[in-house]
């Protein structure tokens, strides 16, 4: 039950714990104090961010009910942010947020088992090694992501061979990093799924980003992985290890052009609303595969929005 409230008080509190989530080890470790404090007088705001928390394990460990409840909580206390989750994770038809209904109701149709589903994948390619997911994320859970990022865009940078992160002619799109203030349950659920899907732990991904594409922008031919002959690359493979692997969810599909194309497999693919493609950026032994040279062609017409996931060989703290 949510309790009384001072909602000007706890507004501000979030909006301070926000802010802190975006800086220091101790920022974070403040914000996450702020939103626990306004979470425990009731704060419907801050309940939609304590969930976050336990969904993801910020300062605890994972607990996605707990999670879901405190979200349950939020909606409950009028957070329109956390019935539109709720409503998502659930796949409740309709998007009119002022329709009554009972989120103790909703809450009991999420579980992260369910989220955490994945249809069965299938092989496009061995060398480059592909593997698509067809009907990965929902039109709703794309819809959010998208709307998320929307007004978050700059322009995407490209790591050179010197090892620092550049705006480069070769990149012209535009994207936005999920950082921990700019994630919520429904970013948390898709990165549970594409765990599922690639058998590879969350410890091992890096930010997920939302990447953008407006008529004549692209990606032009690159590889994911870090190259170890480079010498601007050997210390981001030593200290974070090599990028094995990219998961792409394709969030739109009324667009022309924009396939994601392979020319040393000749290949190229474009998926449907929800459908996502693996990428294996290295053999299976382990090194780089050259095959996987790929690019983000422009479309020609109409916007297209993609979901990036980018997982390494190494978790953080090992470095």
């Known amino acids: 039950m949510v309790k009384e409230q001072a909602p000007a008080v706890d507004a501000e509190s979030v909006k301070e ?162 950082q921990l203030r700019d994630m919520d349950l429904v970013v948390e659920a898709i990165r549970v799924r594409i765990s599922a899907a690639t058998r590879l732990p969350l410890p091992l991904f890096e930010p997920s980003q939302v990447l953008h594409y407006s008529p004549g922008q692209e990606f032009r031919p690159h590889h994911d992985y870090f190259d170890p002959q480079l010498p601007g690359h050997v210390e981001e493979l030593r200290t974070v290890g090599q990028r094995i692997a990219t998961f792409l969810i394709y969030l739109n599909d009324r667009y022309t052009g924009g396939e994601t194309t392979f020319p040393r497999g000749r290949l190229s693919f474009r998926g449907n609303t929800g459908d996502a493609l693996f990428i294996a950026n290295v053999e299976r032994s382990g090194r780089p595969d050259p095959m996987t040279l790929h690019s983000g062609a422009p479309p020609i017409s109409g916007e297209k929005w993609i979901f990036s996931q980018w997982i390494r060989d190494k978790r953080p703290e090992q470095s």
Not at 17 to 25: E, F, N, P
Not at 110 to 128: C, D, G, Q
Not at 139 to 168: D, F, I, K, Y
């Open 17 to 178: 714990a926000v802010r802190l989530l975006g800086g220091t080890v101790k920022d974070v470790m403040d914000g996450i104090s702020l939103i626990e404090a306004a979470a425990a007088r009731g704060g419907a705001a801050a309940l939609e961010r304590k969930a976050l928390f336990e969904a993801v394990g910020c300062a605890r460990p994972p607990n996605w009910n707990r999670a879901l409840d405190c979200l349950r909580d939020a909606a409950e206390g009028g957070c329109q942010i956390a019935q539109e989750q709720l409503r998502i994770l659930a796949r409740v038809p309709g998007s009119d947020s002022r329709k009554p209904l009972n989120w103790t109701a909703v809450r009991s149709q999420v579980s992260i088992e369910k989220l955490a589903e994945i249809p069965k994948p299938r092989a496009i390619s061995e060398s480059p090694r592909l593997r698509l997911f067809e009907e990965f994320a929902s039109a709703a859970e794309c819809a959010w992501l998208m709307e998320r990022a929307r007004h978050r865009l700059r322009p995407a940078l490209v790591v050179n061979p010197t090892g620092s992160q550049t705006a480069e002619p070769v990149r012209t799109n535009s994207g936005i990093d999920f």
